[in-house]
């Protein structure tokens, strides 16, 4: 097996410590850090996705996966940044005000960052007008709200309504999540998307990112 495919087996064992190694290792032998990204790294996360998305693995397998992933960038991150590699996007995300529920949340950060994006983590209880202004200071792309109780969906509304006073609804694509969240509320509210899993809302974000950047 080539330092690429063990670094993506590793990957999705969790095993932090080997891929951090085998990044390195592949840094000495002078391996494109392009590669060691999408062959090594967010090909073994898409992989967890996909397995995760089909009930193949569970949330404690997917978290390992997305430490071990993280252990890997740590050390990527400068050669990339060295070489200007482009993000795919950028996306605002956070759990919504009067909400702390942060496992879903922080899944749907893994599967952004493993499909390429930069992402501004706002953590949980956030206000609606923080990820606007969050995401006029950095230029985001998307904003992706997760609400896990009924209760504090609403919020997602007030984030929209704010995002139309100010004049910024068609600025950017808004994505929304949790576990009572559902097709018919997303239209409802007027958000741009909402998918059921992390994996999906990290295909969907690429998809509708790229489109939007080609014009
Ligand atoms: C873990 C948990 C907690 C933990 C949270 C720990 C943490 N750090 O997150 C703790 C113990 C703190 C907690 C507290 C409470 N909880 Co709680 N909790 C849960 C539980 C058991 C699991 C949630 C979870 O993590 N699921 C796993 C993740 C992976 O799933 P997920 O979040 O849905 O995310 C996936 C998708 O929805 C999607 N997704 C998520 N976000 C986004 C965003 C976007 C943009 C997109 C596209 C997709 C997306 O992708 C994710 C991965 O595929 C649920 C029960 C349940 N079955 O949901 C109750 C549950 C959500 N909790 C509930 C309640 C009531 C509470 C409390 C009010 C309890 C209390 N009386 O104190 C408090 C609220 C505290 C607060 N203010 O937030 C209720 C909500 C009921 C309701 N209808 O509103 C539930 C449903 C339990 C129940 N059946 O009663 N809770």
Known sequence: MGIIEEMSEYLQKGRAKNVKALVQQALDENMDP???????????????????????????????????MNAG?????????????????????????????????NLVV????????????????????????????????????????????????????QLKERGLRDKYIVMVGGAPVNESFCEQIGADYYTPDAATCAEVAKKVVTERKAG
Do not use: W
């Not at 995300?93 to 702390?100: E, M, P």
């Open 110 to 161: 893994m599967m952004l960052k493993g499909a390429g994006f930069e992402i501004v983590d706002l953590g949980v209880d956030v206000d609606p007008a923080s990820y606007i202004d969050k995401a006029e200071e950095v230029g985001a792309d998307i904003i992706c709200m997760s609400a896990l109780l009924t209760t504090t969906m609403p919020k997602m509304q007030d984030c929209i309504d």
């Open 34 to 68: 392009k590669v060691i990204l999408n062959d090594g790294l967010l090909s073994g996360m898409m992989i967890i996705g996909e397995k995760f998305k089909n009930n193949e693995v569970f949330v404690p397998e997917v978290l390992v996966a997305a430490r071990a």
């Open 73 to 105: 960038l740590a050390i990527l991150e400068p050669k990339l940044v060295e070489i200007g590699n482009e993000p795919v996007g950028k996306a605002v995300i956070g759990t919504v005000q009067g909400d702390l529920h942060d496992i879903g949340k």
